[in-house]
C-alpha cells in the first residue's frame, strides 16, 4: 500500500512537473544544470586545473623505488694463496644470489627557465579556460533565450489565428441569416467557407510551428522533446534606449570573455616560447640514493648479507646537439604565438561588426514595435468600420475579408516586433559582454 501511495505522489509530481508554467529565469536554470555543452566545459576546466597541478608536481622532488634479483651463475670465489697458509686465503666469495634495493630522488635546480614557465602557461591557459566557461554560459543561455522567446511568439500566432478562425466562423453564420432573409448571396457564403478553409490551412502551419518551437524549447532545457511544457511571460514593454555605437564597442572591448580568453592564451604562448628556448641552456639537478642491498659492491670484502648504503650529489646536463630539434620547437612556438596575435586581431574586427548589427538592429526594432502598432491600430479600425458596412449590407463580402487578412497581417507583425525587440534586446547585451543568465 505504502508502494502505490509513493507511486502515485511521484506520478503526481511529474505531471505537475510537466505541466507548470516556466519563467524565463526558470528555464534559464533547468537549461543551464542540463546543458551537454556547459558539462563539456566544466570537464576542459577541471583538465586544467589538473595541468597546474601537474606543472607544481614537476618542481618539487622526484621520488623512485626499484628493487631488483639476479640469480648469478656459479663460479670459483676470488683466492689468494700465501706461503704461510696451508689453504688459500678467500679474498671474495661466490654469492649466487644478488637483492638490490634503490630509493632515489631527484630536485630540479635549473632547467633554462623550463619548468617556471610551464607553471606560469598552465595558469594562463587555466584562466582561458575560465574565460571560455563564461562565454559558453553566455552562449547556453543566448540559446534558451531564444527558444523560450520564439516559443512564445508561436503561442502569439497560434492564439491569433484561432481568435480570427472563430471571427470567420462568425461571419459564415451570420452570411447565412442574410441569406435567408434575402440580403446576401451564395457567392457571399462561398467566399467565407473559402476564407475559412484557407485560414484553417494557416491554423495547421500555425500549430505544426508551435510543435516544433516547443520541442526546441524543450531541447534547449534538455528535456525530451515531447514534454508538456509551458512559459509564463510577462508582458513586453519596448522602451526607447540612447545608444553609442563607440560606446558598445568599448564596453565590448572590455567584457567579452573571448578577449580575455585569447589575451591570456597569448600571455601562455610567450611562456611555451620561454620553455621552448630552455632547451639552449643546461639542466642541474640535485640527486641521491639509498641502496640496501644483498651484497652491496662497496663492502669489500662481499658479505651475503643486506648493507645499507647512500650517495648525494648534483648533475649537470647539457645537450650539445640535437639535429635541430630545439630550434625546430623554438618556431613551432613562435608560429603559435603569431596565430594567436592574429586570431586576438581577427576577433576585435569580428565583435566590432557584430555589436554595429546588433546596435543597428535593435535601434530597428523599437521603430518596427511602433510602426506595427500603428498598423495594428489602422487595421482594427478598419476592420470596425468595414464590419459595420457589412452588416448593413453597404460593404461587401470581399471588403470584409480583405478587412479581416490585414488585421491577421497586423497582429501578426506587432507580435513578431514585440518578440523581435526582445531577442534584439538580449542579442545587444551579449554583444556587450553583458551576462544575460
Do not use: C
Amino acid at each position: 500500500m505504502k508502494n502505490i501511495i509513493a507511486l502515485i505522489l511521484i506520478l503526481s509530481f511529474n505531471v505537475f512537473a510537466q505541466q507548470q508554467k516556466l519563467t524565463l529565469t526558470q528555464s534559464l536554470e533547468i537549461g543551464i544544470k542540463n546543458s551537454k555543452d556547459l558539462r563539456i566545459s566544466r570537464t576542459k576546466l577541471v583538465s586544467s586545473e589538473a595541468q597546474i597541478s601537474a606543472a607544481n608536481s614537476q618542481m618539487l622532488p622526484q621520488f623512485s623505488f626499484t628493487a631488483n634479483y639476479t640469480r648469478l651463475s656459479d663460479v670459483p670465489p676470488f683466492e689468494v694463496n700465501l706461503p704461510f697458509l696451508t689453504k688459500p686465503m678467500v679474498i671474495s666469495p661466490t654469492i649466487l644470489n644478488n637483492y638490490n634495493l634503490r630509493l632515489s630522488f631527484q630536485q630540479p635546480l635549473f632547467t633554462g627557465f623550463r619548468l617556471i614557465s610551464f607553471k606560469k602557461a598552465a595558469k594562463f591557459n587555466n584562466d582561458a579556460v575560465k574565460f571560455d566557461y563564461s562565454k559558453d554560459l553566455n552562449e547556453v543561455a543566448w540559446k534558451i533565450q531564444n527558444a523560450f522567446w520564439n516559443y512564445y511568439k508561436a503561442q502569439l500566432n497560434d492564439n491569433l489565428i484561432k481568435e480570427i478562425l472563430v471571427q470567420i466562423k462568425r461571419h459564415l453564420d451570420d452570411t447565412k441569416n442574410y441569406m435567408s432573409n434575402g440580403l446576401a448571396t451564395k457567392n457571399d457564403l462561398l467566399k467565407f467557407e473559402v476564407q475559412y478553409s484557407n485560414t484553417q490551412l494557416q491554423l495547421i502551419d500555425a500549430d505544426n510551428q508551435l510543435d516544433i518551437a516547443k520541442a526546441v524549447f524543450n531541447q534547449a532545457l534538455g528535456l525530451p522533446l515531447e514534454s508538456d511544457t509551458e512559459i509564463d511571460v510577462n508582458s513586453i514593454n519596448p522602451k526607447p534606449i540612447d545608444l553609442n555605437y563607440q560606446t558598445l564597442l568599448t564596453e565590448a572591448n572590455s567584457n567579452r570573455n573571448e578577449l580575455k580568453s585569447l589575451n591570456v592564451k597569448l600571455m601562455a604562448s610567450e611562456e611555451q616560447l620561454k620553455t621552448a628556448e630552455s632547451g639552449w641552456y643546461p639542466s642541474v639537478y640535485l640527486n641521491g640514493d639509498y641502496l640496501y642491498n644483498r651484497p652491496n659492491q662497496r663492502y669489500l670484502p662481499a658479505v651475503d648479507a643486506f648493507k645499507d648504503t647512500w650517495d648525494l650529489g648534483v648533475t649537470l646536463s647539457w645537450t650539445l646537439w640535437n639535429w635541430g630539434y630545439t630550434g625546430s620547437q623554438t618556431t613551432i612556438a613562435e608560429q603559435n604565438k603569431l596565430q594567436t596575435e592574429t586570431l586576438l586581431e581577427q576577433l576585435k574586427d569580428a565583435i566590432s561588426i557584430e555589436v554595429y548589427q546588433d546596435y543597428l538592429t535593435f535601434k530597428r526594432a523599437y521603430d518596427k514595435v511602433n510602426v506595427s502598432l500603428i498598423g495594428v491600430k489602422e487595421a482594427d479600425e478598419n476592420y470596425r468600420s468595414t464590419m459595420e458596412k457589412y452588416n448593413t449590407q453597404i460593404a461587401s463580402s470581399t471588403d470584409l475579408i480583405d478587412a479581416e487578412t490585414s488585421l491577421l497581417l497586423a497582429k501578426t507583425n506587432y507580435n513578431n516586433s514585440l518578440v523581435d525587440y526582445e531577442l534584439s534586446k538580449v542579442l545587444m547585451e551579449k554583444a556587450e559582454g553583458k551576462k544575460i543568465y
